[in-house]
C-alpha cells in the first residue's frame, strides 16, 4: 500500500501534465496570432468538448461553403447549420451558445449586445464605420480611460494598436455573437449618419421652445420627407415592434429630445436625439398620421396603420401634447393579435372565467371594467366582443378615439367638434337595431344615463370607469348624478383589472415564501401560504429583467340581490365591498396572490400595482 501510494501519485500528475499539454496545444492550434478562426478547428474543438458529435462536425466540414460563406465567421456558419447542442439534449445551437463557449475557451468575458443600453452617439464616435467593417468589430461601451470592444475573432490583434492610439485610450475585448456585431454595426453606424446628416444641414429650432435662444440667421429647420428623418423613423418603429414596446414616447427638453419605450409596463431610456431632429421626427409621424403638421399649439390625435419586421399588421395610435419643450409625441402600439386570445391566455381562468362569460351572455343590462390607464380594459373588452360577435347579433361601439380597427363589428369614432360625443353616439346606435353596444368610457352624467337607457330598453351595454377596484365604480356612478336606483336596476356587473408582469419562464427559479410578505399581500384575508413560489433572475430572452410580458388579475363583483339592497346615494362604500367580499369576490390582490401560487409572477410585482385594502 505505502509502495503503490508514491506510483499512484506519480501517474496522476502525469496525466494531468499530458491534459495540460494537450489544452496548450489545442489553444496554439486554435488560437495563433493574428490568425482568424478557421471552421475546421471551431468543429475539432465543439468535437472534442462534447457540444456536437463527429459526423455533424464531418457533415459539415465536408460541404462546400459558398463565396458569400467564405467571408463568414465559422460560428456564424455553424449557426446556421442548426446543429443540436449536445450538452442539452435537443437544444439547437445558436449565437449566443457559440460565442459564449468561444469566449470561455479565450478566456475572456463575453457580452449581449443590447441596443437599450448601447449610447449609438458615443461608439459611433470612437471609430470609422469603415475601419469597424474592415475588422469585423464594434465598440459596445466607451468610458473615460477604456473602450469596450466586441469581436468575434478573439486571437486577430492588428487593430488593437491602431484603435490605442487614436482613441488614446485602454482597449478591453469582449466576446459577442458575430451575426449581432454584423446587424448593430450597419443598424448603430446608419442611424448615426442620418442622424449627423440633419445637423449638418440644419441649425438649431427654436419653435414653440420656451427657453432656448433664438439663433438668428439661415439656418432652417429639417423637413419632415428629408431622407434621414425617414431612416430615423423607419428605424424607431422597426426597434420598438423587436424590443415589445407597447408605447413609444417621444419628449422634447431643453437641448435635447428623449426617445423611450415602455416594455412590459416600465419605461426604458432609448435614446437621445438633437432637438431639431426631434422636431421633424415628430413631424414626420403627424404627417404619417394625418394630422395638421403647422398646428402646434394644441393636443392633436392620429393612427397609423403599418407592418412589424416580421409581416403582421400593426395599429399605432398617435397622441400630441405641447409643452414647455415642444411638443411631446406618444404613440400606443396595438397588436392585432390580442383579439386572437382565448380568456385563459388573457389570465381569465376558473370562477373569473365563469362569471365573465355569464354576464355577457345576459340579453340586457350594463358590465363595466374599470381600472388606471394602461391596465388592459380595451383588450380585454376588444377580446370579449369579438367572441360574442356572431353572424346573428349587431355588436356597435363608440369610442374616442378607435383604438384597434376591426371589421366584426361596427366601429364609430366620437367627434367633439361636430357634436357627435359619447352620449349622442349612443342615442345614435340605439335607432340602429344594436343587440350589443360598447362605450369607450362614461365620463359624464349624460353619458351614463344613455348607457342606462340603452339596457332598460333591452341592450347588453360594455363600457369603462377609472376607479381603483369594483366596488368603487358604484360610488364613481352616484359620484356622476345617477340615482341609486337605476344602478341597481341596470348594472349586472362591475370588473376590476390591473396588468402583472410575468416571470421569465427560461430563467425563474425556486424561492422560499417569505411569510411576512405573503401575509401583508393577502391581508386582511387569511390565505394559506403556497408550498412554492418563484423568483426573476434574468437572462438574455427577458433582458435580465426576470419577467417576460405580462398578464391581468381581476376583481370580478356581481350585483347581488344583497348588495343592491347596500347601494344608496350615501351608501357606505367599505360595508359593500366587505359584502362583496363576503359573497366571494376575490380582490385584486388576492387574484394576484393566486398568480403568485401559481409560479407566474411575484409578490412584489402584485403588490406594486394592485392597490391595498381599505382597513378598519
Known amino acids: 500500500m505505502g509502495a503503490a501510494s508514491p506510483l499512484c501519485y506519480i501517474l496522476e500528475v502525469s496525466g494531468r501534465f499530458r491534459h495540460v499539454l494537450r489544452e496548450y496545444r489545442d489553444m496554439n492550434q486554435l488560437a495563433a496570432p493574428d490568425r482568424p478562426l478557421e471552421l475546421r478547428n471551431i468543429l475539432l474543438a465543439l468535437v472534442e468538448d462534447g457540444i456536437i458529435t463527429q459526423g455533424d462536425a464531418n ?6 461553403l459558398s463565396g458569400k460563406q467564405r467571408t463568414k465567421n465559422p460560428l456564424s456558419i455553424i449557426c446556421s447549420r442548426k446543429l443540436i447542442d449536445q450538452r442539452t439534449g435537443g437544444k439547437p445551437l445558436d449565437g449566443e451558445r457559440l460565442s459564449r463557449w468561444l469566449a470561455e475557451r479565450a478566456q475572456l468575458e463575453w457580452f449581449n449586445i443590447d441596443p437599450l443600453e448601447i449610447n449609438v452617439a458615443k461608439i459611433t464616435e470612437v471609430m470609422s464605420f469603415a475601419f469597424a467593417q474592415r475588422h469585423k468589430i464594434l465598440c459596445v461601451k466607451v468610458k473615460s480611460d477604456e473602450l469596450v470592444v466586441a469581436t468575434a475573432e478573439p486571437y486577430v490583434n492588428n487593430w488593437v494598436e491602431q484603435l490605442t492610439h487614436t482613441a488614446r485610450k485602454h482597449i478591453t475585448k469582449v466576446i459577442a455573437d458575430p451575426d449581432d456585431i454584423e446587424r448593430y454595426t450597419v443598424e448603430f453606424y446608419t442611424l448615426a449618419k442620418s442622424i449627423s446628416g440633419v445637423g449638418s444641414q440644419t441649425g438649431t429650432s427654436a419653435a414653440n421652445n420656451f427657453e432656448q435662444l ?3 440667421g439661415g439656418a432652417r429647420d429639417p423637413e419632415a420627407n428629408d431622407q434621414h428623418i425617414v431612416n430615423i423613423v423607419d428605424w424607431l418603429l422597426q426597434y420598438a415592434f423587436e424590443q415589445r414596446a407597447s408605447d413609444i414616447h417621444i419628449e422634447p427638453r431643453r437641448n435635447v429630445g428623449r426617445i423611450r419605450f415602455r416594455i412590459d409596463g416600465v419605461l426604458h431610456q432609448v435614446y437621445e436625439l438633437p432637438m431639431n431632429v426631434t422636431t421633424a421626427v415628430t413631424s414626420r409621424l403627424k404627417v404619417l398620421g394625418r394630422m395638421n403638421v403647422a398646428e402646434k399649439r394644441k393636443p392633436q390625435d392620429g393612427r397609423i396603420k403599418t407592418k412589424s419586421p416580421d409581416g403582421n399588421e400593426v395599429e399605432l395610435r398617435l397622441s400630441t401634447l405641447p409643452t414647455a419643450f415642444g411638443e411631446k409625441l406618444v404613440m400606443r402600439i396595438f397588436d392585432p393579435d390580442v383579439l386572437l386570445r382565448s380568456f385563459e391566455q388573457l389570465g381569465l381562468i376558473g370562477d373569473d372565467l365563469a362569471a365573465w362569460q355569464d354576464m355577457l351572455s345576459r ?8 381600472g388606471p390607464t394602461g391596465s388592459g380594459k380595451t383588450t380585454t373588452l376588444y377580446s370579449s366582443l369579438k367572441r360574442i360577435a356572431t353572424d346573428e347579433v349587431n355588436v356597435s361601439t ?14 364609430t369614432q366620437v367627434q367633439h367638434n361636430i357634436g357627435l360625443d359619447f352620449a349622442a353616439g349612443v342615442r345614435t346606435l340605439m335607432r340602429q337595431d344594436p343587440d350589443i353596444i360598447m362605450v369607450g368610457e362614461i365620463r359624464d352624467l349624460e353619458t351614463a344615463e344613455m348607457a342606462i337607457q340603452a339596457s332598460l330598453t333591452g341592450h347588453l351595454v360594455l363600457s369603462t370607469l377609472h376607479t381603483n377596484d369594483a366596488p368603487a365604480a358604484v360610488a364613481r356612478m352616484v359620484d356622476l348624478g345617477v340615482p341609486a336606483y337605476l344602478i341597481k336596476a341596470s348594472v349586472l356587473g362591475i370588473m376590476a383589472q390591473r396588468l402583472v408582469r410575468t416571470l421569465c419562464p427560461h430563467c425563474k427559479e425556486p424561492d422560499a415564501v417569505d411569510p411576512n410578505a405573503w401575509q401583508q399581500l393577502v391581508a386582511p384575508w387569511k390565505a394559506p401560504a403556497p408550498a412554492k413560489i418563484y423568483k426573476p433572475v434574468g437572462c438574455l430572452e427577458c433582458r435580465n429583467t426576470g419577467y417576460l410580458g405580462r398578464v391581468a388579475i381581476y376583481e370580478i363583483m ?4 344583497s348588495l343592491k339592497t347596500m347601494i344608496r346615494d350615501d351608501g357606505d362604500l367599505m360595508a359593500l365591498r366587505k359584502q362583496a367580499v363576503k359573497e366571494g369576490m376575490r380582490t385584486l390582490r388576492l387574484a394576484g396572490a393566486q398568480k403568485v401560487g401559481a409560479g407566474l409572477t411575484t409578490i412584489e410585482e402584485v403588490m406594486r400595482v394592485a392597490p391595498a385594502p381599505d382597513r378598519d
Open 59 to 64: 457533415v459539415l466540414g465536408g460541404s462546400p
Open 214 to 216: 433664438l439663433e438668428v
Open 363 to 370: 340579453p340586457n343590462g350594463i358590465v363595466l371594467v374599470t
Open 398 to 411: 363608440i369610442e374616442d378615439p378607435i383604438e384597434m380597427v376591426e371589421d366584426s363589428f361596427n366601429q
Open 558 to 561: 356581481i350585483l347581488s340581490d
